[in-house]
């Protein structure tokens, strides 16, 4: 017969309270909550652990009873960031992924180049997206679609296939399977987010033309204004007002002065920005107008130029955490 130490006995405890505790979670807890994955060390330094309590010695089974509760404690309590927003650093250009991790995801432009292409589909297959992604093409600009060719290759190469594209219209036969987008459309993710698309109601080429995307998961909005200037701003003000207060702004061509007009950023009233630029670019993107104009909102400002790549990890209550690759 086998005597267990009372710390095995607590442990037992515990793990049965946290059983219980488990099976009182709500459903909504459950649907909207992060998703716990268990690392893959967890498994063999359980078992091992589970072995050793066996032993005959009483300090032996304590360690054993500590290893396990420390890694029983790092996966219930240490969630793995299951819905994100991430704004790449791609230079002069935008590139964007919202993730819902296994349900699906949808990229925003690929920036400018092969290489910032490489960039994007490196970062999903480091994190296992592959299922259920929108690609969607905001304008037909070469600082957002330059690497579409390098992913879409590459993405098929690594045997991706669950892919759609987007466009506004600028894109007609270029590339064969994606579907056109307007104003009053909903692009569909996943039933925990929803894509509303506020803009455009017109095809063309231009900035103004831009896929404007409002992206709705729990008390968190996300507002992605492509290069939309004054005249698109004014059109999805005038359609859209009471939709655009945002938590998150993608502020719009790159925080040139042509864009995020006052009567927007009244509307949008964000409180955190993002301006994907170039370090030392030649148009001197974000001009200083455009961030005065944010920090009369205090909004919180972040620039890829500055800042690097931004990720945001969302929850139910919101933003859980940011974190930047440059400090």
Avoid at 57 to 85: D, N, Q, Y
Avoid at 127 to 141: A, D, T, Y
Wanted: charged share 20%; hydrophobic share 45%.
């Amino acid at each position: 017969m086998v005597s267990f130490s009372l710390v095995g006995k607590e442990l037992i405890q515990l793990i049965i309270s946290l059983v219980e505790w488990g099976s009182t979670a709500s459903f909504v807890e459950t649907i909207t909550s992060p998703v716990h994955t268990i690392p893959g060390w967890i498994l063999p330094v359980w078992c091992i652990a589970a072995f050793i309590l066996f032993y005959k010695r009483p300090f032996v089974r304590r360690v054993a009873a500590s290893i396990w509760l420390v890694s029983a404690l790092v996966t219930l309590f240490v969630p793995s960031h299951s819905v994100s927003m991430t704004f790449f650093d791609v230079g002069q250009g935008d590139a964007m992924l919202f993730s819902l991790a296994d349900k699906g995801s949808m990229i925003v432009d690929l920036g400018p180049s092969n290489k910032t292409g490489k960039t994007v589909l490196n970062h999903i297959k480091s994190e296992n997206i592959h299922k259920n992604i929108q690609l969607v093409f905001s304008h037909g600009h070469v600082d957002h679609i330059g690497g579409s060719v390098a992913f879409l290759s590459g993405f098929s190469r690594l045997g991706y296939h669950d892919v759609s594209m987007w466009h506004g219209g600028w894109l007609a036969d270029e590339v064969p399977g994606a579907k056109l987008v307007k104003r009053g459309d909903q692009i569909l993710i996943d039933e925990a987010a929803r894509v509303y698309v506020l803009h455009p109601n017109t095809q063309g080429f231009d900035n103004d033309e831009s896929i404007i995307l409002l992206i709705k998961y729990g008390p968190t909005s996300i507002l992605l204004a492509g290069d939309a200037e004054a005249a698109a701003e004014k059109r999805v003000i005038r359609d859209f007002a009471p939709l655009l207060t945002s938590t998150i702004l993608k502020v719009g061509h790159h925080g040139s002065k042509t864009s995020s007009t006052v009567k927007f950023l009244a509307a949008v009233k964000p409180a955190q920005s993002i301006i994907s630029a170039g370090r030392k670019n030649r148009f001197n993107h974000p001009d200083h107008e455009v961030v005065d104009r944010l920090a009369t909102y205090r909004s919180v400002i972040y620039s890829t130029s500055v800042n690097g790549a931004i990720q945001f990890y969302l929850g139910e209550q919101g933003i859980k955490d940011v974190k930047t690759t440059i400090k």
